[in-house]
């Protein structure tokens, strides 16, 4: 059974050398009278919040990774031996699994049971797994949108942005999005723009937004969200998705413009997917029908095979990947 080890906590930007890829020859196997369930991972997904738990974390939801211990993630597996009554041998799942081939899962009444497969099965990492339902609910719920609205998402091309900006498109909403690359601004939005090629971030806002922003998807933090503050149009809303770009630092950037939350009247949020995760068969059943329609379109980047996955993993920190960053551990 490969494993992908956490080597010691992290600081600064995550190395591949920081996690080291073990074959453990201890035989996994559901318990006479356990409830476990043994699952042979297929997908594993590449989350940007794997990265807060490779440190000591203080104040977050998600508990420390420990020193040579396996990572966790989302992902996608098939179960191959079950002691559970609402799963049985063949099932395809998807949740909270192990950085290995093989993981024994004490708790599955925690995975979500696959029943559509006409779709690609890794979309369960994405789309119609845990990035959707953030993109959905952030977008839906956390940002109140109109029709109309003018919407700007930072990380426009990754796994969540890239739907945020769709959901906001078929909803009548202008788009612009930023990511690092120009090959990436691709996803149909009104404007797209390449961050890393703008002097002056509040600029560029400005060149897209004249009047202002009704609504900001937050991925990225720091300076980004500072540049946004300063373009929020009255009554705005910013939902706090992420902040990719303070995961590396040992202490968050200062932000120096949120007196414009009071000038502006915005309301700014935090949210967490998990929140969400109860209304996932309602949230399923309103994104397949886009899905199979080709009304929304998901572009994944694939790292085939369980060692590729420490480099895919800190890939994400860089913008390395084009869609969604997963990892292909077995075909079925
Ligand atoms: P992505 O697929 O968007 O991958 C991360 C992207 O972020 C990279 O491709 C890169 O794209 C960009 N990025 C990386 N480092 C920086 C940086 N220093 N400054 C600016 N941009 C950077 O990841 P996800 O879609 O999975 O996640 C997006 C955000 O949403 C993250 O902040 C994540 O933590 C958050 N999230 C929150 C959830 C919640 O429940 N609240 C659930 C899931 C995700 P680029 O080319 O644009 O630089």
Redesign the pocket.
Known sequence: NKQVILKDYVSGFPKESDMLIKTSTVQLKVAEGSEAVLVKNLYL?????M??RMKISVGSYAESFKPGQILSGFGVGKVVDSGYANLKKGDLVWGITGWEEYTLIEQPNKLFKIHHTDVPLSYYT?ILG??G???YS?FYEVCSPKKGESVYI??????????VGQFAKLFGCYVVG????KE?NKFGFDEAF???EEQDLDVALKRYFPEGIDIYF???????LDAVLLNMKLHGRIA?????????LDKNEGIHNLTQLIFKRVRMQ??????YFHAYPKFLDTILPLVRENKIVYTE?IAEGIERGPAALI???????????LVLVARD
């Open positions: 997904s590449c989350d940007p919040s990265r807060g994405g845990m990035p339902i953030t993109a952030g930072s990380a426009a091309s990754g796994a969540v942005g890239q739907l930023s990511a690092g690359t990436k390449n961050y890393k937050e991925n990225v933090g720091g300076k980004m706090v998705c992420g902040m990719i770009s303070q995961y590396n935090g949210f967490l997917a998990l929140d980047d890939g994400i920190f860089s913008g390395e990947n084009v869609g969604k960053q």
